[in-house]
T-cell receptor
């Protein structure tokens, strides 16, 4: 079945460090890929997305490239801030004739950034 | 533009009771999806409604049900509550059509505690 696997957390970094959170997927169809972020006590916010192979999504300094050949969508940021501390979820949606909005999520990666 | 509104934000119920959660999507959005978030299982898809019809369903027992009204507002109901139903329930709203370039917007969730 369709699934998403993220690297285990928590990830602890110092401010201004480089961030990578790995995400790989298995999909029966042609998925769109997403990164969502969840701050304490809140719902999910879309961070970035990519809908086809080789697309790069970017937002707030975060980037991820849709790699079909390696079925990956790794999240990166060049210089993290304390305010980036949150839980990050990689997700996929199978786009096709069934036309549903179902998202399949990875298990989430907690990021803690220390001053 | 108002976001996705979920009510109530917090609920405490006793085992065996039933509960109804409400979700008002973004104006003009016709699709509402529900997710359960727990520390052990992560984010799991419950069901999706589009134009008052359920068009996708996750692997949850029949105690979990939902419906959507003509104004696109949705409710989910859990009957005969169990301790394991304690979770954050998230609602997501999308336009529902032309999906490849659309994204899901999440509410802040309803925190359900079963005692």
């Amino acid at each position: 079945g369709d699934s998403v696997t993220q690297m285990e957390g928590p990830v602890t970094l110092s401010e201004e460090a480089f961030l990578t959170i790995n995400c790989t997927y298995t999909a029966t169809g042609y998925p769109s890929l997403f990164w969502y972020v969840q701050y304490p006590g809140e719902g999910l916010q879309l961070l970035l997305k990519a809908t086809k192979a080789d697309d790069k999504g970017s937002n707030k300094g975060f980037e991820a490239t849709y790699r079909k050949e390696t079925t990956s969508f790794h999240l990166e940021k060049g210089s993290v801030q304390v305010s980036d501390s949150a839980v990050y979820f990689c997700a996929l949606r199978i786009d096709g004739s069934s036309n549903t909005g179902k998202l399949i999520f990875g298990q989430g990666t907690t990021l803690q950034v220390k001053p | 533009k108002a976001g996705v509104t979920q009510t109530p934000r917090y609920l405490i119920k006793t085992r065996g009771q039933q509960v109804t959660l409400s979700c008002s999507p973004i104006s003009g959005h016709r699709s509402v999806s529900w997710y359960q978030q727990t520390p052990g299982q992560g984010l799991q898809f419950l069901f999706e409604y589009f134009s008052e019809t359920q068009r996708n369903k996750g692997n949850f027992p029949g105690r979990f049900s939902g419906r959507q009204f003509s104004n696109s507002r949705s409710e989910m109901n859990v009957s005969t509550l169990e301790l394991g139903d304690s979770a954050l329930y998230l609602c997501a709203s999308t336009p529902g059509q032309g999906r490849r370039n659309t994204e899901a917007f999440f509410g802040q969730g309803t925190r359900l505690t079963v005692v």
